[in-house]
């Protein structure tokens, strides 16, 4: 791809996370509560009127709105997303120490679903009907559940009945097992649908005939030609998984106690700390939109197919 | 969290959207998922009919009973009947379901139709605009709503509404711009018809056709959305009874009263399984009539 | 007397328990070093039976014959293995349009490798020269290069070469091609057949199947004729195409549009009278007029390409224009600029002596009656909601029928003017055949009682046959309606037999332009000389003669 089109693409999304960012700015503002009175501790508290003015003056809410979103603009582009209002730390700092424990059950999700999806689709795929009807049923089945119900399925069965896994996890591998399903086994349903229809399509196709008249077995053919089609469409998908997958940690990580970006998510949207709220979507968004970036520089070269539906 | 089917699909690929091909094709399913979501309604309109007893009557002295014939579901921590407390969160579930997918889908026709039938400028600010919108997951857009509004079932109908409105009128617009461009709107053209009749007459019908199946799923995906924010404790408020919120509330005694979580569990499940059979259902009647 | 490459008696193929054959009863042989066609319409089981022979037959099929034997061994019972070592070792497989047919996610490089690979042949830098050297002998340049690159990005023409090549990778004596230039433009389909007849004179065995009875005449040695499943006739090129002794061979023959056919009906229908009210009268005026037209178009890198460039022509009341070129010569374009569906960048158009391209739509909206247009698939240019009625009647002008009862009347009676029965009224396009459909696309053409209809390739889509009847129906109308046509094609045989004058076009350029009978007779520009030396022969004259 030329480096046009890539100074392009860049510019796009640079422009995406600008709006974005005003956007959350903007409902920011629209805030019927008073994040002073927020920062004073709450509905609960009763502030004098001089303790309001103060922190008005100390957190710059007294400024005129312009200003305000000029000095949020450039903070975020020195990386500062503003202070949380109820813990009193830098917004940045709280996202720095949950990340981690997030992008790991994050990460392994990924992989897991996709192993899963890939699993599945070889062994049932374009074979007999009855084989293909209970791949697919199991596919759509798993994409229809919903997280925490799953979440709370398998804590019963695996920790509490079998106690093959702990209910509780101890940051160590086996804590990562069941979180790490419950998030991957939906998104392997979905993957799953799109990659099964592209790999049943791809067997059909004049090329697969070409290779069978090479001499090629029908595993061949599957293996090293329709693969590579079917996941095609999944990987394009994989910038937007991994937003889903983000935003579905959150009720993940409620379900089994697990500390991460979802716990502080949930306990600032209840106490109304929007700073938080605001910069962990952000942060988010972020990351969504520069994977979306990746995935389709990389592969706009190898299917041409590809650049003209990214758009 | 199910899946945003629209959201993601359509913002990244025209490919490979998760047609029906190989969908179910046994109809007991549908059957099923058609009578089950009838029995959901039922619930919701009529809930005295399906019990007697008050979804609010508390009985310590029956407080976590295991299903039995008096108590069908089991009792929660209150002593209050479980069956009870589902038959009437059919209500609010259905109400956030139906009412967030049919905000969402009026939104997303404006937008979609806007854009995909206004010249290049109108396209382009509505684009951009629904792309910086996308670029936020629908659950932490709903999640900011609901830490600006404060927790409601108003409130919860327009998050949800919000969180999955875009991604609908990214869709709308594609099939807007996708029947603008066929040869049938260009035959039309040719013929000498006005822009408004062919507007009413090709790119309308044409263009919602896919919604009805995308609203159908939509619901289903509302509801969990909604259950699922109950679940956090930021939904309706307790002691409403409310799916998600029965969930939540279970959840300390998961491990000696399983009934408290299977039910309302099941019955989440279940429409959101019923949606999505008839949604596919739907799919392919649609599909197979037109090509 | 060598032993025959291949060796068919009655061979029978059928998918599923219960249902009809799709192959019934065919026999023939193949001897080394002659070409054997196979001809055929769609749903002729020419492709099965070829397959067949691979063991390709499809999911579910049951083969039955009598002898099947390659090289002298039967292969009736082979299962899969068996068939493995003897697919690209001893039979290679060219399909058609390489686009499709080589893997698009691998390179042109490992795809030729991959018959090397399946069959063990030598090591990895072994198997990369003979890459090399297979892609030159095919005619590839730069094999080094291309060998690296991906299908999409070599030319129509190299793609279809390195198929080939991957297909002789280990030099089968018997090769099958099922239609192997029917994706390429009339040049590169005479270079491939070239290569193809090279192959034959060195001794390899071809199999050649194909619907263009011309390819067939031009490479051919003996040629079957198959018609539902059944062989029709079979014997030597010359006396099958000459002397044909089956009716259906017969119609096949007659429904080939070529010089000798011109001003001949090509298909054995008859038409229903017409309605008055569609004679347009003969006249001296100009209806169409085109000066100097320029499109440009930029495209999705940015770069500009000029689709049409300073093309000029007129259409006369009550005759035929018609524009061929290759793929990429503008003519759609240009087709699209004489219905105003686009605006030139430069240059006019002017509709019966008034300004057309330069006026505004809104003044367009009312003339557009005049002039009409159908396309190559009338299927995308129907509203998939409607039926057949519905897509009729919208086209019948409320100013002439403000009736709705009168506009349906109308609508009625135009289809059955088409040939169309008053049972297709009520269906969908969808369940309607080919030809059908086009028939309904001109009949929609007709309801606004045109002078001029655009006609964008609309037979190429079609069997022989069912273009046989489509081009009598159009010839037909224009006769008794005194209609006009804007006829494009990429079919030389097609515009020959339709036009009375001709443009050709080539990278949105006009090359030539005269009457048919000086273009194709005395043609002066190169590449209009190319193009027609470029077809495959002409078949001589049959001796049955057909319906005048």
């Known amino acids: 791809m030329t480096a046009r089109r890539v100074l392009a693409r860049l510019a796009g999304v640079v422009g995406v996370l600008w709006g974005a960012a005003t956007l959350t700015f903007i409902i920011e503002q629209l805030m019927p509560t008073d994040p002073a009175q927020t920062i004073l501790g709450g509905a609960g508290s009763k502030p004098t009127p001089e303790q309001l003015a103060a922190v008005r003056v100390q957190y710059g809410f007294d400024q005129p709105v312009l200003l305000q979103y000029l000095r949020y603009l450039g903070g975020i582009l020195r990386g500062d997303l503003g202070t949380s209002y109820i813990r009193k730390q830098p917004v940045a700092e709280i996202i720095g120490q949950q990340l981690g424990s997030t992008l790991t059950l994050t990460a392994t999700a990924l992989v897991g679903a996709w192993i899963i999806a890939v699993v599945v689709t070889l062994l049932t795929a374009h074979r007999s009907r009855a084989l293909a009807a209970l791949g697919s049923g199991l596919e759509t089945l798993l994409a229809a559940l919903p997280q925490y119900w799953l979440g709370i399925v398998l804590l019963v069965v695996f920790a509490f009945t079998l106690h093959w896994l702990p209910v509780v996890g101890d940051g160590g591998p086996e804590g990562l097992v069941l979180p790490a399903l419950t998030l991957a086994l939906p998104l392997a349903g979905f993957l799953g649908q799109v990659t099964r229809d592209e790999f049943s399509s791809a067997m059909e196709q004049p090329f697969a005939v070409s290779a069978r008249a090479r001499g090629m077995s029908d595993f061949g053919v599957r293996w090293r030609h329709a693969l590579r089609h079917a996941v095609l469409p999944g990987l394009t998908l994989s910038g937007w998984a991994l937003g889903s997958l983000f935003s579905t940690a959150v009720i993940v990580e409620a379900v089994f106690v697990r500390p991460g970006l979802g716990r502080v998510l949930v306990d600032a949207v209840t106490s109304q700390d929007m700073p938080v709220v605001v910069g962990v979507t952000l942060f988010v968004a972020t990351i969504y939109v520069v994977a979306n970036l990746l995935v389709n520089l990389a592969f706009g070269r190898i299917d041409p197919r590809l650049r003209s539906a990214a758009h | 969290m199910t899946v945003n089917v629209a959201e993601g699909l359509v913002t990244r690929t025209a490919l490979a959207a998760p047609k029906a091909k190989s969908g179910i094709a046994f109809r007991p399913a549908v059957w099923l998922s058609a009578v089950f979501l009838l029995l959901v309604v039922a619930w919701a309109v009529v809930p005295d009919a399906f019990t007697s007893e008050s979804p609010f009557d508390t009985d310590v002295d029956a407080a976590i009973q295991a299903p039995s014939l008096q108590y069908w579901f089991g009792t929660d921590a209150s002593g209050r009947d479980i069956y009870t407390r589902v038959v009437f969160g059919a209500r609010s579930s259905l109400l956030i379901g139906v009412g967030a997918t049919a905000l969402a889908l009026v939104a997303a026709i404006l937008f979609g139709f806007a854009a995909g039938l206004g010249g290049r400028l109108t396209d382009g600010a509505v684009s951009r605009f629904l792309e910086v919108v996308l670029a936020l997951p629908g659950l932490l857009l709903a999640l900011i709503f609901i830490a600006m509004l404060g927790p409601g079932v108003a409130t919860e109908i327009l998050a949800v509404a919000i969180g999955s409105a875009a991604g609908y009128a990214w869709m709308v617009r594609g099939q807007v711009i996708a029947v603008r461009n066929s040869g049938y709107v260009h035959a039309a053209t040719a013929l000498g018809h006005t822009r408004s009749r062919i507007i009413v007459r090709h790119v309308f019908p044409n263009a919602m056709r896919p919604l009805v199946v995308l609203a159908t799923m939509g619901v289903g995906q509302s509801i969990v959305w909604a259950s699922s924010l109950s679940f956090l404790g930021l939904g309706v408020a307790p002691p409403a009874p409310e799916w998600g919120a029965m969930l939540d509330a279970g959840r300390d005694f998961v491990s000696t009263a399983w009934w408290l979580e299977l039910f309302p569990g099941l019955a989440i499940v279940g429409c959101t399984l019923a949606v999505t059979v008839l949604g596919r259902h739907l799919q392919q009647r649609i599909e197979g009539r037109l090509a | 007397m060598t032993a025959p490459l291949v060796r068919v008696e009655d061979l029978t193929v059928a998918f599923g328990a219960g249902n009809e054959p799709v192959v019934g009863g065919v026999s023939f042989e193949v001897a080394p070093g002659e070409c054997f066609a196979i001809v055929g319409e769609s749903g002729s089981g020419k492709s099965v039976t070829a397959r067949t022979l691979l063991g390709l037959a499809g999911a579910g099929a049951r083969v039955d014959a009598t002898t099947l034997e390659l090289h002298g061994k039967s292969v009736l019972g082979n299962r899969d293995r068996d068939w493995r070592q003897i697919r690209g070792r001893e039979i290679g497989f060219v399909l058609q349009d390489a686009l499709v047919s080589l893997d698009p996610l691998r390179t042109v490089g490992r795809e030729i490798a991959e018959t090397l690979r399946l069959h063990r042949y030598g090591s990895r830098s072994k198997r990369r020269e003979r890459v090399l050297e297979l892609l030159t002998s095919v005619g590839v340049p730069e094999p080094e290069l291309r060998a690296r690159q991906l299908p999409h990005e070599l030319s129509g023409g190299q793609r279809q070469r390195a198929l080939i090549a991957s297909a002789i990778a280990l030099d089968p004596p018997l090769l099958i091609a099922d239609e192997p230039t029917t994706a390429l433009d009339v040049t590169i389909q005479a270079q491939i057949l070239d290569l193809l007849a090279a192959m034959k004179d060195r001794g390899s065995g071809l199999i050649l199947i194909s619907h263009d009875l011309s390819v067939v005449s031009r490479l051919a040695d003996r040629v079957a004729v198959m018609r539902d499943g059944l062989l ?317």
Request: proline share 8%; net charge negative.
């Open chain 3, 232 to 548: 029709v006739e079979q014997g030597p090129v010359a006396d099958v195409l000459t002397a044909p002794s089956h009716p259906y061979t017969r119609t096949l023959l007659d429904a080939i549009p070529a010089a000798h056919r011109k001003g001949t009906r090509l298909s054995a229908t008859a038409l229903p009278p017409t309605d008055p009210a569609l004679i347009r009268p003969p006249s001296d005026d100009l209806l169409l007029e085109a000066n100097n037209l320029v499109k440009r178009f930029r495209g999705p890198d940015g770069v500009e390409r000029t689709a049409v460039a300073d093309v000029s022509f007129s259409i006369g009341v009550g005759e035929t224009l018609g524009i061929v070129g290759e793929s990429g010569s503008g003519k759609t374009t240009t087709a699209q600029l004489a219905l105003a569906l686009l605006e030139p960048d430069e240059g006019t158009v002017q509709l019966g002596g008034t300004v057309w391209s330069e006026a505004t739509e809104a003044a367009r909206r009312p003339r557009r009656r005049q002039i009409s247009v159908i396309y190559q698939d009338p299927l995308g240019s129907f509203d998939p909601r409607w039926t057949v009625r519905r897509i009729v009647e919208d086209a019948v002008p409320a100013e002439l029928y403000p009736d709705g009862a009168a506009r349906r009347q109308r609508a009625a009676r135009l289809l059955v003017d088409v040939g169309l029965a008053e049972e297709h009224l009520d269906r969908r396009p969808l369940l309607l055949s080919g030809g059908q459909r086009q028939r309904v696309a001109i009949a929609r053409a007709l309801a606004p009682e045109p002078s001029l209809i655009v006609c964008d390739e609309p037979v190429s889509a079609l069997d022989v046959t069912i273009q046989a009847q489509v081009l009598d129906l159009l010839a037909d109308l224009q006769e008794r309606l005194g209609l006009s046509y804007l006829f494009i094609s990429h079919d030389l045989g097609v515009i020959h037999h339709v036009a009375d004058r001709v443009l050709v076009m080539r990278e949105g350029r006009v090359v030539e332009t005269g009457t048919a009978a000086e273009i194709f007779g005395a043609p002066r520009d190169p590449y209009t000389r190319q193009l027609l030396a470029s077809l495959p022969l002409a078949e001589p004259e049959p001796v049955s003669g057909g319906p005048a």
